[in-house]
Every structure is written in C-alpha cells, then in structure tokens.
C-alpha cells in the first residue's frame, strides 16, 4: 500500500494543481502531497529493511533494496525543492500566472522519477526513463528567455535520441531471456536468476545498447554536453531535482542491468565500466578548471560524481558496491543543497558569472555560509560524506588490485576539489563590487537549505543504523563478488 501511494500522490498533486479552482493553492498543494509521498517513502524503506522486499502489484510495482533507497532519496529531494520554490518562484518572477502550470510539470516529473525504481520490469522502467525527459523538457525551458529554450532544446534533442538506442537494447534482453527458458513476466529479479543460463553476448550487447542510451540521460562523457546548459538555464528547483536525483535515476537503471551482466559467468564489462566511469571524471575535473558560471560548475560536478559511481561499480566487490551506493546517496543529498545555495546567490546579485561575484560574506552572509558549506561537502573535504564514501571506493578499490586506476581517480579528484575552490574562494572573499547589503533569501528558501544540511552534516560524522542497513540491502544488490 505505501509503495503506491508514493508513487501515485505525485499524480494527485498534479491533477489538483492543473484544476483551475485549486490553481492558486499549488504550492501548498504540491508541498503537502509531496511531504505525503516521503512519509510513504520511509515506510517503504522500514518495510524493506523488515522484510526485504514491498511487492504493491506483483510483477508491477515491487522495491528492494536498492529500489527503496532511490525512492527515499527522489521524495526527500523533490519535497526540499518543493518548499525552495515557495519562495524562489515567487521572488520577482515574471511568470506569475503560470506557476500553476509549473507546480503541475514539476508533480509529473516527480511521478516519473519514483516510479523508475518502483517498476519491477525494465522494459516499464524505460516508459518511466523517458516520462523524465518529457516533463524535464517542459520545466527547463519553462522561463522562456532564448538560452532557456536553446538548453531546453539541446536537453531533448540529445536525451531523446538515446531512447530507440536503449530500447532496443531492452528489446534484446527481452530475446535473451525468453530464448534462455524465462517466465512469461520479465522483471529485475528474474533476469538476475537467469542470467547464469542467458547468452552472454546477447547480455553484453543489450548492456552496450542501454548504456549509451541512459549514460546521455545521467550526463556521462563524452554524452554530457546537455547537461551543463540545462543545469544552470532551468529554475533553481528544477536544477536541484536534475544535478542531485534525475541523474541518478537513469543510472540506478544501468546499474541494475550491470548487476545482470555481472551474475552471468563469461560476461565481464567491468574493466569497461571503470575506463568510462574514469573518463567522465577526468573530462569534469578539466572542465571544472575553466568554468565561468557557478551553476554550471556545480553541473560540471554531477558529471564527475557520476563517474566515481560507474568507477566503483566496474570495480565490482562488496565494498566498493557499498562505496558506490553512499556515493550515490551523499551525491544526491549534497548536489541538491548546491544548487539552493546557487539560487539565493543568484537572487542577490541577479548574475551567474564568477567572476561578478566577490566578497559574498559581506553582501549576503547567509548564501555566503551556505555557499562555502555545500562547496566543501560537494568538493569531498573531511569530514563531509562525500570524502568518506570516496575514500571507500579509494580503498575498495587497492583492495581488489585497481591499482592505476585508483591512481587516476585519486589525481583527478583532487583536480576537481582544487578547480571548485579556486572558484569559490574568488567569490566569497575579496572587495565586493557593490557595498550595499543584499536582500535576504526568501522564508522557503532559508527553510529548505537548512533541513537539506542537516543530513550533510550529519552523515559526514555518524550514519543511523538504518540508514547503513538499508545502504548495506542496496549494494548487496549491485552484483559484486
């Protein structure tokens, strides 16, 4: 029952806010059902941890582990942006009469990214993939300025062309597993039981085939260009969700199938995995170097962190699987408080540009404080969680005999960590270029920073047993030896 319920409130949220009488109240609307779907969410999760699985239609809607925790991080995430965006949407927009239409999209789009994890069949999980690049589209472009509308654009063209691409490879893991004697109902858990019987090279090829076509939907390199004109042209809500949870999604999806592939004897991608997971990570640390604009920065960062989780995954042991999984959480926890804090600069000083932005801790102290905070976490400084969990996969993965790859990855997190604060520390510190005080954030916004770095701070120095039992159920799930 809760398993529904998170996934379908979102959909009562949009229906509510799309009807005219209730328009006014969307917001209230949208943070209420959202605040609604989380609780479910964590239900969800105690279940699983309970029982191991939540079945809500069998064959349809199942959650395990990993599916559990994506659900908890997409509803914790999108009800934080929901609140953000009381304030923020509200502070001199020029679009006031469509923010119904907004909190509509938005309620869509959060009702595609948790029923991704809630399908127990793939091929529905490619439905639920491209929903998010649908309503995605919509609310990128939604401030209509041109280079809103050329990121909204680019972001459709370049992530819808990879759906016929991993559709046919669903369409191919489909061959495989009925030729291989599967069941007539096709999901996650009956592919992982048959994949030791399946064609390894119909396994491989379809994983190719997926791969290419959601790797340019989580901003993988070289299929990342999208991504940083999306991230840093849509409104700061919707990158909150797109940098810290839609990413993620589509991943978990490759992850999932990798998990297959890496069940089956003789098809081994893993080596792959780490050379492309490296590849994403260096190409985000150079690009981090030259950056101009803040929010681009930290979209240039998603496209690193996603790296380091391909990079443990291809690592393929327990431990970096564990590694992988509190990469993905404190990614997503972190990156979406990045971007608030982006935003309450943004409405200060009304510029996206670095180099306009000097002496931030005496013009605005509060988005100051939040900047400096959410730049250390994002950037992996102890004793933030990121730093654990990359030391993690660091340590994982000399344990297993990755040796030069560690190397790698190591040099080029410390890249990027430089290349962040080089920015960072510009913007805070120096002669400000306007001695005026800035107008404080909006009540929201300041709310919704606040409860996002609580998780933040506090993963950093001690995780609940919970939360480590249900990271322990999700890795377990990534299919390392």
């Not at 927009?93 to 809630?118: G, K, T």
């Not at 972001?155 to 009925?178: C, D, E, N, Q, V």
């Not at 999806?253 to 998990?259: F, K, Y």
């Amino acid at each position: 029952m809760a398993l529904m319920v998170a996934v379908f409130i979102p959909l009562l949220a949009a229906l509510l806010c799309w009807i005219r009488p209730f328009r006014a109240f969307a917001w209230v609307i949208t943070v209420v059902c959202l605040a609604g779907s989380f609780a479910a969410a964590v239900v969800i999760a105690a279940h699983v941890l309970a029982a191991g699985s939540v079945v809500g239609i069998p064959g349809w809607f199942e959650a395990d582990g990993l599916s559990a925790l994506v659900i908890l991080l997409v509803s914790f995430v999108c009800t934080l942006a929901a609140i953000f965006a009381g304030g923020y949407m509200h502070h001199g927009s020029q679009n006031e009469d469509r923010l119904w239409w907004f909190y509509c999209n938005f309620n869509l789009l959060v009702f595609a990214l948790i029923v991704v994890p809630a399908f127990a069949s793939p091929n529905l999980a490619w439905v639920g993939v491209e929903l998010i690049t649908l309503f995605g589209v919509l609310l990128v472009g939604f401030e209509r300025t041109p280079a809103a509308l050329e990121a909204a654009w680019k972001f459709s063209i370049l992530t819808i062309m990879g759906a016929p691409i991993s559709l046919l490879g669903f369409f191919t893991l489909y061959w495989a597993y009925h030729i291989s004697g599967g069941g007539p109902l096709e999901t996650w858990q009956g592919l992982h039981a048959s994949a030791a019987v399946m064609s390894p090279n119909l396994l491989k090829f379809s994983f190719l085939l997926v791969f290419v076509g959601f790797g340019a939907k989580s901003g993988l390199a070289p299929m990342h260009t999208w991504l940083p004109d999306a991230h840093s042209q849509a409104p700061t809500p919707i990158c909150a969700v797109l940098s810290g949870i839609k990413t993620t999604v589509p991943l978990y999806a490759i992850l999932r199938l990798l998990s297959i592939v890496l069940a089956s004897p003789e098809a081994r991608i893993g080596r792959w995995m780490v050379v492309i997971g490296l590849f994403s990570v260096g190409i985000a640390a150079f690009l981090l170097l030259q950056v101009r604009d803040y929010k681009r920065m930290f979209a240039f960062s998603t496209v690193e962190h996603m790296g380091i989780i391909l990079t443990a995954a291809g690592f393929a042991t327990h431990a970096a699987d564990y590694g992988a999984v509190a990469q993905m959480v404190n990614h997503t926890l972190t990156k979406s408080l990045c971007f608030y804090s982006a935003g309450i600069v943004l409405l200060a000083l009304e510029t996206r540009q670095i180099s306009e932005v000097r002496g931030l801790f005496r013009i605005a102290p509060f988005a100051a404080s939040a900047l400096l905070f959410c730049s250390l976490a994002i950037a992996g400084a102890p004793p933030f969680p990121i730093f654990l969990s990359e030391f993690s996969i660091l340590s994982a993965g000399l344990r297993s005999g990755h040796t030069a790859a560690v190397t790698i990855l190591a040099i080029l997190i410390v890249i990027a960590f430089i290349a962040i604060f080089l920015h960072v520390n510009r913007m805070l510190f120096g002669e400000p270029q306007q001695v005026e005080t800035a107008p404080s954030a909006p009540l929201s916004c300041r709310v919704a920073i606040i409860i996002a770095a609580l998780p933040v701070a506090v993963l950093g120095v001690y995780i609940p047993g919970p939360v480590h039992s249900l990271m322990m159920l999700a890795a377990q799930q990534l299919g390392g030896h």
